[in-house]
């Protein structure tokens, strides 16, 4: 999967005389270039994002549901037809991470320490259970 990114050029100021380089005398330079997601992270951050299935049924047709694991904690995304709700919690809020599954799919149960249930549905089998694995 590639990405586009802009990229700018600002012209470099030598700090003893206060003047411009001569190479980026003129306007900035910006450009566009393509390149692969390993490239986007140059650091070892967690990020996984897992979407589900549109034949799930649950309302996934035309608005599936998205988790998004990164170092901070995990976010829960669903669409709307105007906007999306996205619920955030942090890795030491979430109490138990239980999976429900179906004959194809799998529905994951997110609870946090305060009593909130999160139920994302329609995932595979297969990102469920490693879903699971990367929140416990």
């Known amino acids: 999967m590639a990405r586009w990114t802009r990229v700018v050029y600002l012209p470099k100021t030598d700090a003893d005389n206060n003047s411009t380089n001569e190479e980026f005398s003129d306007n900035s330079h910006d450009f566009f270039r393509d390149f692969e997601e390993d490239e986007c ?3 070892d951050d ?3 994002e ?3 299935s549109r034949i799930s049924g649950d309302g996934n047709a035309v608005f599936p549901d998205k988790l998004i ?3 901070d904690g995990v976010t829960y995304r669903k669409g709307r037809v105007i906007g999306y709700k996205e619920i955030k919690i942090r890795h030491s809020a979430i109490g138990s991470v239980s999976l429900d599954k179906h ?3 799998a529905d994951i149960i997110i609870e946090t320490n305060g009593g909130q249930t999160i139920v994302a549905r329609g995932f ?3 990102d469920a259970s490693m879903i699971r694995d990367l929140l416990d």
Request: proline share 0%.
């Open 69 to 71: 694991i990164t170092d």
């Open 41 to 43: 992270q140059d650091n």
């Open 46 to 48: 967690m990020y996984y």
């Open 103 to 105: 004959l194809l799919f």
């Open 50 to 52: 897992f979407t589900a």
């Open 124 to 126: 595979s089998r297969s």
